[in-house]
């Protein structure tokens, strides 16, 4: 079955560090891959998503490159924010369209950014 | 503003005791999904909803029950069955760009 694998965590930088936290995924297809944010007692918000190999996904400083070759989809920033603060959560989707799809998570990367 | 709201966002249950989480959207999805959060595992599937009056079973379905009579709601019921349950519940329900758009969550306890 379908299974997302990323770095263990917790992870802690200072503010302005560069961030990489590794997410790499296995799919009987192709797969859209996702990240997502959860700030502490909330639910997770859709942070940046990819739909095919070698698309890059974008949003507020954060990017991540879907990689077929190696099945990754690496979440990169080049300085943090203690607002960045949260759990990331790495996930794919197996359903190439519509509105009614699964998503497999990976376990979580709690980032701390210290000032 | 559209979204989905969770209610109620703490709750206690006593040993043997059903309890019935809500989720309730207006952002017209057809899809619907529950999924149960535990430190260090990440979420897990609970069920999903493809449509009104139909529903599957995810990878942890034992103990829970769902139904789904409207298209803006889909209950979770937390049955004495289920053995473990202080968790933080998540609802989500998925469109057509993508992408999921999740509940605040409701935090359930045992005591």
């Known amino acids: 079955g379908d299974s997302v694998t990323q770095m263990e965590g917790p992870v802690t930088l200072s503010e302005e560090a560069f961030l990489t936290i590794n997410c790499t995924y296995t799919?009987?297809?192709?797969?859209?891959l996702f990240w997502y944010v959860q700030y502490p007692g909330e639910g997770l918000q859709l942070l940046l998503k990819a739909t095919k190999a070698d698309d890059k996904g974008s949003n507020k400083g954060f990017e991540a490159t879907y990689r077929k070759e190696t099945t990754s989809f690496h979440l990169e920033k080049g300085s943090v924010q203690v607002s960045d603060s949260a759990v990331y959560f790495c996930?794919?989707?197996?359903?190439?369209?519509?509105?009614?799809?699964?998503?497999?998570f990976g376990k979580g990367t709690l980032l701390t950014v210290n000032p | 503003d559209g979204g989905i709201t969770q209610s109620p966002k703490y709750l206690f249950r006593k040993e043997g005791q059903n309890v019935t989480l809500s989720c309730e959207q207006n952002?017209?999805?057809?899809?619907m999904y529950w999924y149960r959060q535990d430190p260090g595992q990440g979420l897990r599937l609970i069920y999903y909803s493809q449509i009104v009056n139909d529903f599957q079973k995810g990878d942890i379905a034992e103990g829970y029950s769902v139904s789904r009579e409207k298209k803006e709601s889909f209950p979770l019921t937390v049955t004495s069955a289920q053995k473990n349950p202080t968790a933080f519940y998540l609802c989500?329900?998925?469109?057509?760009?993508?992408?999921?758009?999740f509940g605040s969550g409701t935090r359930l306890t045992v005591v």
């Open positions: 952002l017209n999805h057809d899809a």
């Open positions: 799919a009987t297809g192709y797969p859209s």
């Open positions: 996930a794919l989707s197996e359903n190439s369209g519509g509105s009614n799809y699964k998503l497999t």
């Open positions: 989500a329900t998925s469109g057509q760009n993508y992408g999921y758009t």
